[in-house]
C-alpha cells in the first residue's frame, strides 16, 4: 500500500453555528472503509444522526473508488477486513 504524503493544508471548515448545526455544505466528510456491514452502517448512522457526511465502502476497490472522485476529511479503515 502506498500512502500519498499532506502537500497542501486543506482549507479551514466555517465554525459550527451558535445552536450547534453545522452547515451540510461545510459539513466534515468521512470514509468509513469496514467490511463488516453491521460495525460500517453503525458508524455511518452515527455521523450522519451528527450532520456529518458519510461515505461507506466494504472493500478496496469500493474505498479506492470513493478516494478517487472525493476528498475526505477523515478516514476509518478496518486494515485487517479489507482485502
Known sequence: MRFCPLVEAASPKPAISSDGHIPTESASLTLAAVDDSVARQMVANYLKAHE????????????????????????????????
Open 52 to 83: 456529518m457526511r458519510a461515505l461507506s465502502a466494504q472493500g478496496r476497490e469500493t474505498m479506492m473508488d470513493h478516494l478517487a472522485q472525493s476528498e475526505p476529511d477523515l478516514a476509518i479503515l478496518d486494515l485487517l477486513g479489507l482485502g
